[in-house]
């Protein structure tokens, strides 16, 4: 189990939960009354929760619990009688973890045996899983389209870590790269903090009719497309999972890109602010404008460079096949459902008019500088 246990009581919100989960990267919460435990909170029993109804409201219960002297077989066993995908651990009746079926299939690969339906048929998430009536096991996301969807991926169990083959696959092209999806983000947004720095210059020296109404679509592309969804993407998906896996929290470059997506959450608000701000510019105005939108081109285009030549080679380096598959996998997934709620093309459209509007001629691979530096094969 992790080393702290992040709890809510029952009399909470739904968007209380939510800005709880993301706050410490998590996706089970469970509830308390009191002190007494009453149920158990997953991030996917919330899809459609309304914001300000009751935690208790779509909570499971009862908690289901295991001591903490019980063995990885017992957690397993646990599991798979009483139909769960989690078990709370306690000490002296007391919660003090969560043990979920991803984490025993780290731990203990042979442990799939009990597990029977251990990973979704269509992406391989070993999280938020239901069985079918039918015997087919699936994802919360994956569901809605499992009856169009033929299970298309079988991933195999995870080799015990001594064992694992700790080298990038063979890649044959981009497009089969575990991270594609955020190589392909980093083009797109790396291009877009260059256009926006040609724009800064753009509104310091001279007023263009484009000037406003640019800058909104620059703060709604930021702030849509590279924050709610890239951002998220990766605090949700890649940065849990290589802590899952023995990257540290706190320090090295987990901490980096945390630290680096606060500041640009920071210049984007401040950029979104300046764009909602009614009347004619002051050159004042123009001034601060430019300089908002200079910092916020420049830092993330070194951002974007630590990540390309810090973060993706080592994960590329330190994962075995099976991990970088899994990793994919989640990737994709997350994609799909946010898709649902997101109009990513819409948002892809508007950057790439802003890029062919304010670079003069924009590399399609993207700027020399934002070159990921993994193997593509």
Not at 168 to 197: K, M, N, V, Y
Not at 213 to 241: Q, S, Y
Request: charged residues 25%; negative net charge.
């Amino acid at each position: 189990m992790g080393p702290s246990l992040t709890t809510i009581g029952d009399d909470a919100s739904v968007a209380q939960a939510l800005q709880l989960v993301r706050a410490h990267q998590i996706h089970h919460l469970p509830v308390l009354h009191g002190s007494e435990l009453v149920g158990l909170m997953c991030t996917c029993d919330l899809h459609d929760a309304p914001p300000d109804s009751p935690v208790a409201q779509w909570m499971s219960r009862p908690a289901v619990t295991l001591d903490a002297s019980a063995t990885l077989q017992d957690a397993a066993q646990t599991m798979r009688t009483r139909e769960v995908g989690s078990v709370i651990v306690t000490v002296q009746g007391q919660p003090r973890g969560i043990v979920t079926r991803g984490d025993l299939l780290q731990a203990e690969p042979s442990t799939e045996d009990l597990l029977i339906h251990a990973r979704c048929e269509c992406c391989g998430l070993t999280r938020h899983l239901s069985t079918a009536a039918d015997g087919h096991t699936f994802c919360t996301y994956c569901r809605d389209d499992a009856g169009d969807t033929q299970p298309s991926l079988s991933i195999p169990a995870l080799a015990p870590p001594a064992h694992a083959a700790r080298r990038a696959p063979h890649l044959e092209t981009l497009e089969t790269h575990p991270l594609a999806s955020l190589i392909g983000e980093h083009r797109l947004i790396g291009q877009l903090a260059e256009a926006l720095r040609c724009f800064s210059v753009c509104v310091e020296c001279q007023s263009t009719t484009y000037d406003r109404a640019d800058l909104a679509k620059f703060a709604r592309v930021f702030r849509d497309l590279g924050d709610c969804m890239h951002h998220e993407k990766e605090e949700t998906v890649l940065l849990p999972l290589l802590a899952h896996l023995g990257f540290d929290w706190e320090d090295g470059p987990l901490a980096n890109v945390r630290q680096d997506h606060c500041q640009e959450r920071y210049l984007i608000e401040v950029l979104c602010h300046a764009a909602e701000r009614d009347g004619a510019w002051s050159n004042e105005d123009r001034r601060r404008v430019a300089a908002t939108a200079r910092e916020l081109g420049e830092f993330q285009c070194a951002h974007l460079e630590r990540e390309n030549t810090l973060l993706f080679p080592v994960v590329m380096q330190r994962l075995s096949e099976n991990e970088l598959r899994l990793l994919q996998g989640e990737l994709r997934t997350f994609d799909i459902r946010l898709d649902r709620h997101m109009p990513r093309a819409e948002l892809t459209a508007l950057a790439l008019d802003l890029i062919q509007r304010y670079l003069p001629a924009p590399l399609v691979e993207g700027p020399t500088s934002f070159s990921v530096q993994v193997e593509l094969g």
